[in-house]
């Protein structure tokens, strides 16, 4: 009963192309979107993130886009860098009747970006 | 201005031993998140705290495991008598405010031998 849903566990780009991270969720309650980024052995790191009233966030290389109708959201990094290669997780967040935002991440997508 | 700060970074336990994790939130947040992380897993919700007080514990198993937040001192995640399958990265994530906004410490790799 994964609630965020990363399908694909791993993504190669060559540098300077577009890499393309997707991410689908169930919950409709989930109001707020986030993307982090994660280096071996660090914490995530938060990258950007994108309220549910809008549908794209841009912020430098990294636009975020979402499509509620759908339940998708997708991450967009132009042009892919070398220093990009991590892995990079989808989480979603909704108040919690317990009194909380917590926040319900995907498994990953990996990123290779290849020079 | 220091991030969250883990320690251990790294901890080794048998089974039937107490592993305690601390967390000292960035200054001035006031707000820390628990999550547990299984090898090729998304990090999962265990707990939130602010001083002295358990908000929301949905995520934590109800046994052995505890979570506090004093007034003076990190947070401390303490696992009892742990158990092979406790093996994990626990990171903690402080906010200012109950926020969606939360900066992730290094995290701590527990081990159970």
């Known amino acids: 009963d994964q609630q965020v849903k990363q399908n694909s566990p791993s993504l190669s780009v060559q540098e300077g192309r577009i890499s393309i991270l997707n991410c689908d969720y169930t919950?409709?309650?989930?109001?707020?979107f986030l993307w982090y980024k994660k280096y071996p052995a660090e914490g995530p790191t938060f990258l950007i993130s994108i309220s549910s009233i809008k549908d794209k966030n841009e912020d430098g290389r990294f636009t975020v886009f979402l499509n509620k109708s759908a339940k998708h959201l997708s991450l967009h990094i132009v042009p892919s860098q070398p220093g990009d290669s991590a892995v990079y997780f989808c989480a979603a967040s909704a108040y919690s009747g317990a009194g909380s935002y917590q926040l319900t991440f995907g498994k990953g997508t990996k990123l290779s970006v290849i020079p | 201005n220091a991030g969250v700060m883990q320690n251990p970074r790294h901890l080794v336990r048998r089974r039937g031993q107490e592993a305690r994790l601390r967390c000292s939130p960035m200054?001035?947040?006031?707000?820390v998140y628990w999550y547990r992380q299984l090898p090729e897993e998304g990090l999962k919700f265990m707990v939130y705290?602010?001083?002295?007080?358990?908000?929301?514990e949905s995520g934590m198993p109800k046994e052995r495991f505890s979570a506090e937040f004093p007034k003076e001192g990190p947070s401390i995640l303490r696992i009892q008598q742990v158990v092979r399958g406790d093996s994990a990265a626990y990171f903690c994530?402080?906010?200012?405010?109950?926020?969606?906004?939360?900066?992730f410490g290094p995290g701590t790799r527990l081990t159970v031998l």
């Open positions: 200054k001035g947040h006031s707000h």
């Open positions: 994530a402080s906010s200012p405010r109950d926020d969606n906004e939360q900066f």
């Open positions: 919950n409709s309650m989930f109001d707020y």
């Open positions: 705290l602010q001083k002295e007080n358990i908000i929301d």
